[in-house]
């Protein structure tokens, strides 16, 4: 087995928000819970970050608490409803704000929520984003857009942290599905990453992202993206620069031979960058939901970075 180096441990630390109960796998509640605590008894556990719980689950979840431990407790990335229009939003959001609060007073040993995730109807404006702020206080939220949005969400969220001592809300982009339609081209998410690096947004992905290199897939009947390209691409984009043609290049490449990691370096074809760097970057490029933590780790021994 090849030795674990160092700039992939910073590259992936924390990375996969384990959403098992969503579209492909759509697992029940009580094994998506027990995957969860058998994960984060595992040697890869240093990938795994969240659990990926709907808001409406909550109640129902506090029931499977007994499968964790202090030691090994449920972090939770609460799902917001989607809403149509700003009012429902802010309405869900007071709702979605008591929830979390009465979860996260339910067993402090065994549960919290670290963030919350919701979509950004068009018409909330940033009077409407301040008061989010002030209803869940200093909750991190990252607010998910489509593509067409991404420019004016990701501007929307950077009035806002600009007036706030550190950046709790991020960006939310949806980078795949179980069609193929519901895969944002490369472009798409290359503006989408080189965007935020400017107003020093943070962004997390969803959706599409189980395997670590692009490739073409049969059972959506087009290429997905990877993991280390879209990770690695937000990284480097910031740490150098990129315009998103640049990004796009990287995100394209299917080659794992493009891909260097050794203990000091993480590095994509002749553009590196070393272990601090690295880690302060990832600051800002914080996650992406995957229903399966197992494709990840299968696939990265297959190409022995694990």
Known sequence: MAKLAASLRALLARAIDY???????????????????????????????????PVGQFGAAKQFLTEFDPLHPLQVSALGPKTE??????????????????????NVDLVSVSQLEMFLPHDVDSRLLSEARSILGSLPAFWEAPPSRAEQAISLVAELNSNADLPTFGYKLRSGGVTADAF???AQIAQALVT???????????AGLHHPLRQYREEV????????????????????????PQAVVMLEDENADSFSFTDEFFAW?????????????????????????DEPREDLRALAFL
């Open 221 to 244: 009947q087009t290429k997905m993206h990877g993991f280390l390209n879209v990770i690695g691409a937000a990284v480097l984009a910031a740490e150098y620069k990129w315009d998103a």
């Open 85 to 106: 229009n700003a009012a429902a939003f802010r309405e869900a959001l007071v709702k979605t704000d008591a929830a979390i609060r009465s979860l996260s007073t339910h």
């Open 196 to 206: 935020p690096v400017t107003h020093q947004v943070p962004i997390k992905f969803t």
């Open 269 to 293: 074809r002749e553009w590196g960058i070393d272990i601090k760097r690295l880690q302060d970057r990832r600051k800002f490029v914080t996650s992406f939901g995957s229903c399966s933590f």
């Open 19 to 53: 959403a098992g109960m969503f579209p492909p796998c759509q697992l029940e509640l009580e094994p998506s819970l027990k995957n969860q605590a058998q994960y984060l008894r595992t040697a890869d556990a240093w990938m795994l970050s969240t659990f990926v719980l």
């Open 184 to 186: 944002p081209t490369s």
